[in-house]
Every structure is written in structure tokens, then in C-alpha cells.
């Protein structure tokens, strides 16, 4: 009885917390509501003006000639692939810097660690080149480490920055007790560090495809404008051939051109 009267969970206000959150639902859902009703119409019913949400012929056909038409099905276990090696390899590489950093005592720690930071200072116009080379070199081009790869480089100095500070919050006594155990540095680091910074690890993980696709280098044409246009542009050039990124249909069509002169290409969302 207590605890009833503490949350307030009285019928009446349970009704209407639950409304609002039923009202806020179908608010955010809102936005999907075109988009779906868009997949549903034909072509030219696409381009009539004013827009109309509702469609007037209703084609489900449209989803049987998108399998049709592409092997969406492979380029989505390929998108898949690639953001789950890449998600993963950065977690894994910053995690054990990070614990490096954190834990372990050597000359010049701390030098090393400013300096590792100042990468984050690097532009990505400036590594692309480079990177292009390096890839062409070890004979990674047209593959999908070629996308995996630098992505582990890009994103390594947040990430590890982002775990050391978290891995310093961690308690020494609980090392110290594994110590007395005999457990050695991959012991202490994986049994003891990595299950407390689970918060960490998942942060970085949310975080990582937002954050990492600003990193990627982006086409020359768009150097001076890198903040404002399409940092998808580093798949096109190491995705060549039978594995190049796919562009939606409008993307193919029609380029994004702006005041400073030169077109900017849709955003690459699945991957031959």
C-alpha cells in the first residue's frame, strides 16, 4: 500500500500516463507515415503536386521489384557485416589502449597519449589520399576491409580517450585483490575491466556510426565544404567495380547541387 501511494499508480493516473504515451507514439511515428505511403504509389503519382499522403492505386508490387530488381537481401547481410566488424574492431582496439593508458605504468605514457589525441585534430581530407594508397598497396581495394580498416584508425583515438577516462573511475583495490589471485594483465582486463565498463563500451558502440561516418574521408571535390557534404564519399572510391556502394534510385538520378558548384551524391546506405 505504501508503495502505491509512492508512484502514484492509481488507475486513473495509469490511464493517463499510458495515453500520452500512446499519443506521443503515433506522433513519432508520423514522419514514417510518408515514407511508407511514398513506397506504395506509382511514378508519376510520386510527382503529382500538391503531395497527397494517401495513395490513389495502392501497388505492393513495388516491394516484389525492389528483391526483383537488386539482391537486397545481400546487400543487407553485407551492410550488416561490415557495421558489425567495424563496431566491433573499434571496440576491441580502443578498449585494450584504453586499458594500456590507464593501468599499465611506462616511460612516456602520457606524451604518447597527447599525442595520440592530436590525431583527432587530423582532417580526413588529408588522410585520404594516403589511406587510398595504403589500401592499393596491401591489394585491399575493392574488398570490404578496405571500409573496415580505416574505420578502426579513424574512430581509435576517441574511443580509446572515451574508455581510459571511464577505466580510471574503475577501483585499483579490485586489480589488486586479482593480483593476489595470480591473475595477469589479460585476466584483470577481461574479467575485471571490460564487465564494469559494459555503460562505457555500449556508449561508444551507440555512438559509433555517427561519430564514424564524420571521420571518413570525403570526396576532393568537396574539400573546402567537408562539414556540409557527403562524408560517404570514401566507399566510392575504394568500393570500385562489382562492389560499389548502392545509391537510392534518387541518388541516381539527381545530384545535390549547391552554391559551390559542385554536385554532392546521395548517402550510401547498403553495400554489393
Given amino acids: 500500500m505504501r508503495n502505491r501511494k509512492l508512484y502514484g499508480d492509481t488507475p486513473g493516473i495509469v490511464f493517463v500516463v499510458y495515453a500520452i504515451l500512446s499519443i506521443s507514439s503515433l506522433l513519432m511515428f508520423g514522419p514514417f507515415l510518408p515514407v511508407i505511403a511514398t513506397s506504395l504509389k ?39 557485416k561490415v557495421s558489425f566488424l567495424c563496431t566491433g574492431g573499434v571496440l576491441t582496439t580502443s578498449s585494450m ?41 596491401f591489394r585491399l581495394i575493392d574488398t570490404h576491409a578496405s571500409l573496415i580498416l580505416p574505420i578502426w584508425g579513424l574512430m581509435g583515438a576517441y574511443g580509446t ?7 580510471l573511475t574503475i577501483p585499483r583495490d579490485l586489480e589488486e585483490a586479482a593480483i593476489l589471485d595470480g591473475c595477469g594483465y589479460l585476466g584483470r582486463f577481461c574479467r575485471i575491466i571490460l564487465p564494469l565498463s559494459r555503460p562505457a563500451l555500449a ?13 571518413l574521408p570525403v570526396s576532393p571535390c568537396v574539400f573546402e565544404h567537408a562539414r556540409k557534404t557527403n562524408a560517404h564519399a570514401w566507399p566510392c572510391h ?3 567495380g562489382r562492389r560499389r556502394p548502392v545509391e537510392p534510385p534518387y541518388g ?21
Avoid: D
Avoid at 500538391?50 to 516484389?64: A, E
Avoid at 595520440?116 to 587530423?122: E, F, P, R, S
Avoid at 556508449?203 to 571521420?215: D, H, I, K, N
Avoid at 541516381?252 to 554489393?272: A, E, K, N, Q, V
Fill in 238 to 240: 575504394v568500393q570500385r
Fill in 97 to 137: 589502449a584504453a586499458y594500456a593508458f590507464a593501468r599499465l605504468r611506462f616511460p612516456g605514457k602520457n606524451v604518447l597519449f597527447v599525442l595520440y589525441l592530436a590525431t583527432m585534430m587530423v582532417p580526413g581530407q588529408i588522410t585520404l589520399v594516403p589511406v587510398f594508397i595504403l589500401m592499393r598497396n
Fill in 42 to 80: 506509382s511514378y508519376s503519382e510520386l510527382m503529382l503536386r500538391p503531395f497527397s499522403i494517401i495513395p490513389q492505386k495502392v501497388l505492393w508490387r513495388n516491394y516484389l521489384e525492389v528483391f526483383q530488381t537488386i539482391p537486397l537481401l545481400e546487400y543487407l547481410w553485407n551492410t550488416a
Fill in 161 to 167: 580517450f572515451l574508455l581510459r577516462q571511464f577505466f
Fill in 252 to 272: 541516381r538520378h539527381h545530384r545535390f547541387h549547391s552554391s559551390y558548384g559542385c554536385g554532392i551524391p546521395c548517402r550510401s546506405t547498403l553495400l554489393r
Fill in 203 to 215: 556508449t561508444l558502440g551507440y555512438f559509433y556510426p555517427s561519430l564514424g561516418v564524420e571521420q
